[in-house]
């Protein structure tokens, strides 16, 4: 069956990565949503403020999907390839992008935000979202817990420990010591359940920090082994552990 793990591996390693667009994965890798509906929440909240940030914005697809904008909205994108995919998609709603990384600094002045909201930031600076915010503004992420994907990771990489700055304590201790409150704290683990091996591929070059420097090449062998784990149990299945965070800045 070497054909059809190659066809399949070919398949992944060919569809273009860049937006935040996950069409692709119809009938090849399924994801639990949590509960409380992201896009919803952020959607509820940008039509009750004047100004509003979204940092990581992707593609801008989840903003895009807000039903009525603020008077200021902004995103920013740290991978130069989503920066125009976002602009398109934000532009009927007036929204602009901004190529930056949040680690670097938000390019934005002190209190320029009611609201700032981020869906799976790669990191969280703090600092810099308490900065931006206004007062009595609030930050709302729905983050990546702790164990993301920790059996495809396993699978790839051998068996590792999760990383504690991905943990809902971790996120409370760093809100607090940017002088915000939690108000509030959900979490939830999800069920991903990938049908092929090209879906697979796919995934880990579009989610390109599940396992840094990921190729197929390099990964070859591991991947045929997945695949064959596949064929025999009919999928596989990894974990998908996330989290609500919403902390408010002092008015």
Excluded: C
């Excluded at 692709?24 to 919803?40: H, I, N």
């Excluded at 989503?82 to 007036?94: E, K, R, T």
């Excluded at 929204?95 to 609201?115: I, M, S, W």
């Excluded at 939830?188 to 070059?205: H, K, M, N, Q, W």
Aim: no cysteine.
């Amino acid at each position: 069956m070497s054909d059809d793990f190659d066809r399949l591996v070919a398949e992944g390693a060919a569809e273009p990565v860049e937006g935040w667009d996950f069409s692709w994965f119809a009938g090849r890798a399924s994801e639990e949503r949590p509960s409380w509906g992201y896009a919803r929440l952020i959607g509820e909240r940008m039509a009750d403020v004047r100004s509003g940030l979204d940092i990581d914005t992707g593609g801008g697809e989840v903003l895009a999907s807000i039903p009525r904008a603020p008077k200021l909205l902004v995103a920013t994108e740290a991978w130069l390839p989503n920066v125009p995919v976002a602009s398109a998609n934000l532009a009927p709603l007036g929204g602009r992008v901004v190529a930056a990384a949040e680690h670097e600094g938000l390019p934005f002045a002190d209190g320029t935000f009611d609201l700032v909201v981020s869906r799976h930031p790669v990191a969280t600076n703090w600092a810099e979202i308490a900065r931006v915010l206004a007062p009595g503004g609030s930050f709302l992420s729905q983050q990546i817990g702790a164990g993301q994907q920790w059996e495809l990771i396993d699978a790839m990489l051998g068996p590792h420990n999760p990383s504690p700055a991905r943990s809902t304590d971790t996120a409370v201790a760093r809100a607090a010591e940017a002088g915000l409150t939690v108000v509030d704290l959900r979490s939830e683990t999800l069920r991903s359940e990938f049908f092929d091996i090209g879906a697979i591929v796919y995934f880990l070059r579009k989610v390109l920090w599940t396992v840094p420097g990921f190729t197929v090449e390099g990964y070859r062998e591991r991947l045929r082994a997945l695949h064959e784990r596949i064929k025999a149990e009919g999928s596989f299945v990894s974990r998908a552990p996330r989290f609500l965070i919403e902390a408010r800045k002092p008015a």
